[in-house]
């Protein structure tokens, strides 16, 4: 994970899931953060709260709570020698967890008390974690070489290798015993873009299997529910139903002068929120 990060910012969209389908209001996108630098990798934890990695002036990475009620920033972690990114909530709800870029330049996963208290290491012996995808108690993670490695470790003597040379975002599938990740292995062209597969790896089977083909020129993507997936591309967010489709459906289009290129995304447990990271353009 390189600290030498593109200037982002997060922005927050109203969404509706009921039983005419997903509808995002691109015309509620509203700014949260205002930083010359990066804030990246929204995580929503509940329906009102989300967390994510904010960059200071000094080049240091933490992580901030926002509540978007209250309009208010809380810092999860004030370290002035070790950066976080890619925050989530524990299965548990007692932590953020965090992949923690150490003063030896070790990264690895580390549990940050909701309460404030002393943060606790975990899979000590894994490293160096880029990024993580929870299931349940037990975290899905993506360990950097030559090629990356995707593994999970069922225990501290069976850490099973997943997949190799596999994208950055690891997503637990809802209500299934999976973990989905983009498969690299084989680059596909479709519309003059290079695409890769999804593939979800089904814990107890430890079998993996195809869900088609990820939106061309994309590389992040975030779960509605167990069949909807959001994919963005652009200023343009993508919807694909894994059970029914293989086309991707473009759902909203957003303008917003000054920035562009969507990449994170994240969406709130009650559906009605969504949290979009766009680059600061030049």
């Avoid at 000094?58 to 901030?64: E, L, V, Y």
Wanted: with cysteine.
């Amino acid at each position: 994970m390189s600290l030498a990060q593109q200037s982002t910012d997060l922005f927050l969209v109203d969404t509706r899931n009921n039983l005419l389908g997903f509808k995002i209001f691109s015309g509620t996108a509203e700014k949260i953060t205002e930083n010359e630098f990066y804030d990246n990798q929204p995580k929503f934890i509940n329906d009102l709260q989300l967390v994510f990695s904010s960059e200071d002036p000094s080049g240091n990475f933490d992580i901030i709570m926002y509540n978007w009620e209250s309009e208010k920033f809380t810092n999860m972690t004030r370290t002035k020698n070790k950066s976080e990114f890619s925050p989530d909530l524990t299965n548990c709800g007692q932590y953020i967890s965090a992949i923690t870029v150490e003063e030896d330049s070790s990264q690895r996963l580390w549990l940050y008390p909701i309460n404030l208290g002393e943060p606790e290491l975990l899979y000590d012996d894994i490293q160096p974690v880029g990024y993580y995808g929870w299931h349940e108690d037990v975290a899905a993670l993506f360990v950097i070489g030559e090629p990356n490695r995707l593994v999970f470790p069922y225990s501290r003597d069976d850490v099973h290798e997943i997949a190799v040379n596999t994208g950055r975002s690891v997503q637990k599938r809802p209500k299934k015993g999976e973990i989905v990740f983009l498969d690299k292995n084989n680059n596909i062209v479709a519309d003059g873009k290079t695409t890769y597969e999804l593939k979800a790896y089904d814990i107890e089977k430890r079998e993996t299997t195809s869900l088609g083909l990820a939106l061309g020129g994309a590389e992040d993507f975030c779960w509605v529910d167990k069949n909807t997936l959001l994919m963005g591309r652009g200023n343009d967010l993508y919807m694909r139903k894994v059970n029914k489709s293989i086309q991707w459906e473009k759902i909203a289009t957003f303008s917003i002068p000054g920035y562009g290129n969507i990449s994170r995304i994240s969406i709130s447990p009650d559906n009605k929120k969504l949290a979009l990271t766009f680059e600061q353009l030049d």
